[in-house]
């Protein structure tokens, strides 16, 4: 089972360039989530999705934008990069609904820095 | 608002013994789940343990057990007989329903060390 894959593993970014990171699952889970870990943190959401074509705003999300046109694939688009935005990103899925024992499964991450 | 605080920011345990990492939460949502994943040192996130609001008893996996109490709003992660394998940044988490939308949000990790 490939679960979660994200794209790519590593970028290195200038400042003001745009990028979007991939991410697909195979699970056919409903829910998506985006997130980032900076150095010695905890993950902050940036977005999610509770199904295709429905996202929603998470903790941190400014410089960031999202779509979920499928129920397989949620890219995250970062527009005019900015140093602020090294971090690692995750993305993640699980069932959802009101069903709430059900783990998140992650992808491996991607590690971007904005220089 | 939900909020999940681990207040041990590092941890040192000697193998084979037991620890505990600490967990409370914050929602008023009466459905919530909480889980605990472990990040080693490669990054990827493993799923190690989930306990569910309305569950009568404590979660058990292998090793790991979770001392779930609801009146204190605490969630800790038990680990038994440490394994040098256990070394690793160990996040908790928390999902809620009613206001939130399924929402998962993480703790600031508390940093595992096991010495030989």
């Known amino acids: 089972n490939a679960g979660v894959t994200q794209t790519p593993k590593f970028r290195i970014l200038k400042i003001g360039q745009s990028m979007t990171l991939q991410c697909t699952q195979d699970?056919?889970?409903?829910?998506m989530y985006w997130y980032r870990q900076d150095p010695g943190m905890g993950l902050k959401l940036i977005y999610y999705?509770?199904?295709?074509?429905?996202?929603d705003k998470g903790e941190v999300p400014n410089g960031y934008n999202v779509s979920r046109s499928t129920t397989e694939d949620f890219p995250l688009r970062l527009e005019l990069a900015a140093p602020s935005q090294t971090s690692v990103y995750f993305c993640?899925?699980?069932?959802?609904?009101?069903?709430?024992?059900?783990?998140?499964?992650f992808g491996q991450g991607t590690r971007l820095t904005v220089v | 608002a939900q909020k999940i605080t681990q207040t041990q920011p590092g941890m040192f345990v000697q193998e084979k013994e037991a620890v505990t990492l600490d967990c409370t939460y914050d929602?008023?949502?009466?459905?919530?789940?909480l889980f605990w994943y472990k990040q080693p040192s490669s990054g990827e996130m493993i799923f190690l343990i989930y306990?569910?609001?309305?569950?009568?008893q404590n979660a058990t996996e292998g090793r790991y057990s979770l001392n779930f109490q609801k009146a204190r709003k605490s969630a800790n992660l038990v680990i038994s007989a440490s394994q040098l394998g256990d070394s690793a940044m160990y996040f908790c988490?928390?999902?809620?329903?009613?206001?939130?939308?399924?929402?998962?949000?993480f703790g600031k990790g508390t940093k595992l060390s096991v010495k030989p």
């Open positions: 993640a899925s699980s069932f959802g609904g009101q069903v709430a024992n059900t783990e998140a499964f």
């Open positions: 699970m056919n889970h409903n829910y």
């Open positions: 999705s509770v199904g295709a074509g429905i996202t």
């Open positions: 929602t008023s949502d009466p459905s919530y789940g």
């Open positions: 306990q569910g609001s309305y569950d009568q």
């Open positions: 988490a928390m999902r809620a329903w009613v206001g939130s939308q399924g929402n998962l949000i």
